[in-house]
């Protein structure tokens, strides 16, 4: 079932539109975007739908801010429009569609369903983690290179993910990478909420982007959350002896440790990088590198050539 929020203050549009879609959608209603605004972190919903008026500057402010953040650049956004629409500038409002107040009863059902059915056919998100994925990823990375920014890139995955995924099975191994996701999705966030960025290139490989001053503790905390968290996603017998039996690539049975997470992170504060594959493959490398040890470790890149 998708998920909807709608933000509203009026309680006939609420009415109206809970009448409407509360039987085909996870719906959510909230007075402001303030008050909605942990619930869109958390939820990752479908659609976002809004009413707004003429005097509604700081809605859209806001919406403006939710929408220029990586992260929810690709949600669509159906906005309830009352009056006249002839001098609203669209191109300074990051909303997909509208509807008129007056045509919500009848509209509303069918614009809700185009909206969240063009959304799935153009957003290039990781359908596991509702994180952006590979051509997100890539057009972030080259947008920072070719604008100047100097920033630093980190290239994370899990140390013996896939013994753990043969040994429990693709539902628990799913829940780890989610719960991955949404830690280090969190961890970046809280440190730095502007001009950060979450990816999941796919599998047990995640990538975040984010000031360089701020990336090492960010790591460290990441890898300490992660180490706390991992050990509840075993068995108690395996969790006590502290590792898994699964077979490896020739089919004999060994023992896997519990999971970790390698990092590796690459920077441009010294070096120049042009293409997004140059900096990916020295983050790429040092991750490489870090996944030597037994514990969740990290690399970072300091050559200044």
């Known amino acids: 079932?998708?998920?909807?929020?709608?933000?509203?203050?009026?309680?006939?549009?609420?009415?109206?539109?809970?009448?409407?879609?509360?039987?085909?959608?996870?719906?959510?209603?909230?007075?402001?975007?303030?008050?909605?605004i942990d619930h869109i972190y958390t939820s990752f919903p479908d659609l976002l739908i809004m009413e707004v008026g003429p005097q509604d500057k700081k809605m859209l402010k806001n919406l403006?801010?939710?929408?220029?953040?990586?992260?929810?650049?690709q949600l669509p956004v159906l906005l309830i429009i009352e009056g006249k629409t002839e001098n609203i500038h669209w191109e300074d409002i990051h909303a997909e569609d509208y509807i008129r107040k007056q045509d919500l009863l009848s509209e509303i059902k069918n614009r809700v369903k185009?909206?969240?059915?063009?959304?799935?056919?153009?957003?290039?998100?990781?359908?596991?983690?509702?994180?952006p994925g590979n051509i997100s990823i890539t057009r972030e990375i080259q947008n920072r290179l070719d604008s100047g920014e100097i920033f630093a890139l980190a290239y994370l995955d899990l140390d013996n993910f896939k013994p753990y995924n043969d040994h429990y099975g693709f539902a628990r191994g799913d829940d780890v990478i989610r719960m991955t996701g949404r830690l280090i999705m969190n961890v970046v966030r809280n440190a730095q909420e502007e001009g950060s960025f979450v990816?999941?290139?796919?599998?047990?490989?995640?990538?975040?982007?984010?000031d360089i001053e701020k990336i090492e503790s960010v790591t460290n905390d990441i890898i300490k959350n992660f180490t706390e968290i991992i050990p509840a996603f075993y068995e108690e017998e395996d969790r006590k002896r502290g590792?898994?039996?699964?077979?490896?690539?020739?089919?004999?049975?060994?023992?896997?440790?519990?999971?970790t997470i390698s990092v590796g992170i690459a920077h441009n504060k010294y070096r120049k990088f042009v293409h997004h594959g140059e900096i990916s493959s020295v983050a790429?490398?040092?991750?490489?590198?870090?996944?030597?040890?037994?514990?969740s470790s990290y690399l970072i890149d300091r050559r200044k050539r």
């Open 284 to 295: 790429s490398e040092m991750k490489k590198e870090a996944k030597r040890g037994n514990t």
């Open 114 to 131: 185009l909206a969240i059915l063009r959304a799935k056919r153009v957003v290039e998100i990781n359908p596991l983690t509702r994180l």
């Open 243 to 259: 590792y898994i039996e699964s077979l490896d690539r020739q089919g004999n049975i060994r023992r896997y440790p519990l999971m």
């Open 199 to 210: 990816g999941h290139i796919g599998g047990d490989d995640f990538v975040y982007i984010m």
């Open 1 to 36: 079932m998708n998920n909807v929020i709608l933000i509203s203050k009026n309680e006939s549009t609420k009415a109206i539109v809970m009448d409407t879609l509360q039987k085909e959608y996870s719906l959510l209603c909230e007075h402001t975007m303030e008050a909605a």
């Open 64 to 73: 403006n801010t939710l929408k220029g953040d990586p992260l929810f650049y």
